[in-house]
């Protein structure tokens, strides 16, 4: 029996640094390299998700480009986190907007104290609605999967049949931001907890070639962290940062668009992010065609000799 190359796309999380992701689909379009599966985390299943469904990278930049406009994803929360990194980097502020970012920080700690997400169910669902089509997973046109975490069992749930919507909303629904998912027994949250770049899910949707993307954070170098809460989400970058190389090191390919100075909440960078990811597939071509071909060429020669075995020549 003939042996298929499959190429599948295991598309990591990253927040607005995701976007990059529409870069890498497009420069795979340009160079006419099939997609045969798609799996994605959080950013990476709403891009790879919606991609499945429209097969066309042109129309997945524009769509970004209204998205972001339409529902005003570069004010809030997502600009208030976002200048508060920057804000960090510069620490140079006058006294009134050293208060004002005093008094929001410490809004935020309160109100994720008090409730389970800073943003309602709706803020990430309606989106998602205007994007995609109310079908099935199973009628995308390309074979997709988006990974999710059970938040009470610990298990990580591959979401490949149903709603389209609803895997997208659990995949991403970034923990203490938005709410849970509640299906049965499960909430269903960001699979980034355990499979920041899903690997192991693309390969189980038959891919047999997988090019990873994975969206790096700025990990600084820290001498001193000012609250607890900074103690943490410290260490759970750290530890993330170590299970993201363990996973990469099962793909044949990966892909790391230069993304680390763009804020996970700054969706004001929608331009950017899509060229770095435009850009680093680009500087991949050559070694993606090439072991493409190498694996081709070896069950090529795999099928010659097992044929010669059979037929009793060797």
């Excluded at 669902?125 to 610990?154: H, T």
């Excluded at 659990?170 to 949250?189: C, M, R, T």
Aim: overall charge positive; aromatic content about 6%; hydrophobic content about 45%.
């Amino acid at each position: 029996m003939k042996q298929k190359i499959k190429v599948g796309l295991a598309l990591g999380g990253g927040g607005a640094r995701g976007l990059a992701h529409i870069g890498v689909l497009k420069a795979l379009e340009e160079e006419k390299i099939p997609i045969d599966a798609i799996a994605g985390t959080s950013m990476g299943a709403i891009v790879g998700g919606t991609y499945a469904q429209i097969g066309d990278s042109a129309k997945l930049i524009a769509m970004a480009h209204d998205l972001i406009d339409k529902f005003d994803l570069k004010s809030g929360w997502m600009k208030f986190l976002s200048d508060e990194w920057m804000r960090g980097e510069k620490r140079k502020e006058n006294l009134l907007k050293e208060l004002g970012y005093f008094v929001r920080r410490r809004l935020i700690y309160v109100v994720g104290a008090s409730r389970i997400s800073l943003e309602p169910k709706e803020k990430l669902l309606k989106p998602l609605k205007v994007v995609l089509e109310d079908q099935p997973i199973e009628k995308a046109k390309i074979p997709f999967a988006a990974v999710a975490i059970d938040l009470i069992s610990g298990k990580e749930v591959l979401l490949k049949e149903g709603s389209m919507i609803e895997a997208l909303y659990a995949s991403s629904s970034i923990e203490g931001v938005f709410p849970p998912l509640k299906v049965d027994n499960q909430l269903l949250s960001d699979g980034g907890v355990t499979s920041l770049v899903p690997v192991g899910a693309v390969r189980k949707l038959g891919a047999n070639f997988v090019i990873g993307v994975s969206i790096p954070e700025m990990i600084k170098r820290e001498t001193k962290l000012g609250s607890g809460i900074e103690v943490i989400l410290r260490a759970d970058a750290l530890t993330r940062e170590k299970l993201n190389r363990l996973m990469l090191n099962e793909c044949d390919v990966v892909i790391t668009p230069e993304v680390k100075t763009i804020h996970w909440a700054n969706f004001g960078k929608v331009d950017e992010c899509i060229q770095k990811g435009y850009e680093a597939t680009k500087i991949k071509i050559k070694e993606i065609k090439e072991k493409i071909d190498k694996r081709k060429s070896l069950w090529s020669r795999l099928r010659k000799n097992l044929a010669q075995v059979i037929s009793g020549k060797e």
